[in-house]
T-cell receptor
Framework: RKEVEQDPGPFNVPEGATVAFNCTYS??????FFWYRQDCRKEPKLLMS???SGNEDGRFTAQLNRASQYISLLIRDSKLSDSATYLC???????????FGAGTQVVVTP | DVKVTQSSRYLVKRTGEKVFLECVQD?????MFWYRQDPGLGLRLIYF???????EKGDIPEGYSVSREKKERFSLILESASTNQTSMYLC?????????????FGPGTRLTVT
């Protein structure tokens, strides 16, 4: 079983709509959580950290549910530029080793 | 801005060749990483280095070795390339564990072994 699992998508979203997707993790001792964004043929870049109480960064909202071991990302008012693959990332030990999900592809259409 | 560069964007090698992939970061980061990324599998950690001349195996070290002689440079070596090592290789760096966990990635090297 993979340590971090994501729905690969694609999620096809009309411009201006809201899209949300989850990621599940298997290690209950996981300490920190992140969303990275990866554009086509580009390197991953940190989008946002995920805090226990949930957090927003502009149109992006991240939530953590430790009891059910999943995190979520919601994108409001989707823009064409939001088209990318979103990687769920979990820190699994005190040293900071990261486990990456395979990514969820989002395609925003005009 | 942190900059992580990799020696090649695309590389084609023959089975059995020794392959060197180089990564350089310019922000005095202590920790450096090598990943490979394959469709449906995500990024998998090959090796990492928490300081100069230090190296640790990641999740899939078989068939690879690394070298870190200088702080800014981390090299990945495929001793005898095989077709199952065809992949996208990504290097990353991080300031230091316990201080900041964000990893900064290079643009990647797409390696094809024929």
């Amino acid at each position: 079983r993979k340590e971090v699992e994501q729905d690969p998508g694609p999620f096809n979203v009309p411009e201006g709509a809201t899209v949300a997707f989850n990621c599940t993790y298997s290690n209950s001792a996981s300490q920190s959580f992140f969303w990275y964004r990866q554009d086509c043929r580009k390197e991953p870049k940190l989008l946002m950290s995920v805090y226990s109480s949930g957090n927003e960064d502009g149109r992006f909202t991240a939530q953590l549910n430790r009891a059910s071991q999943y995190i979520s990302l919601l994108i409001r008012d989707s823009k064409l530029s939001d088209s990318a693959t979103y990687l769920c990332v979990v820190k699994t030990d005190s040293w900071g080793k990261l486990q990456f999900g395979a990514g969820t592809q989002v395609v925003v259409t005009p | 801005d942190v900059k992580v560069t990799q020696s090649s964007r695309y590389l084609v090698k023959r089975t059995g060749e020794k392959v060197f992939l180089e990564c350089v970061q310019d922000m005095d980061h202590e920790n450096m990483f090598w990943y490979r990324q394959d469709p449906g599998l995500g990024l998998r950690l090959i090796y990492f280095s928490y300081d100069v001349k230090m190296k640790e195996k990641g999740d899939i070290p078989e068939g690879y070795s690394v070298s870190r002689e200088k702080k800014e440079r981390f090299s990945l070596i495929l001793e005898s390339a095989s077709t199952n090592q065809t992949s996208m290789y990504l290097c990353a760096s991080r300031l230091r564990a316990g201080v900041a966990y964000e990893q900064y990635f290079g643009p990647g090297t797409r390696l094809t072994v024929t």
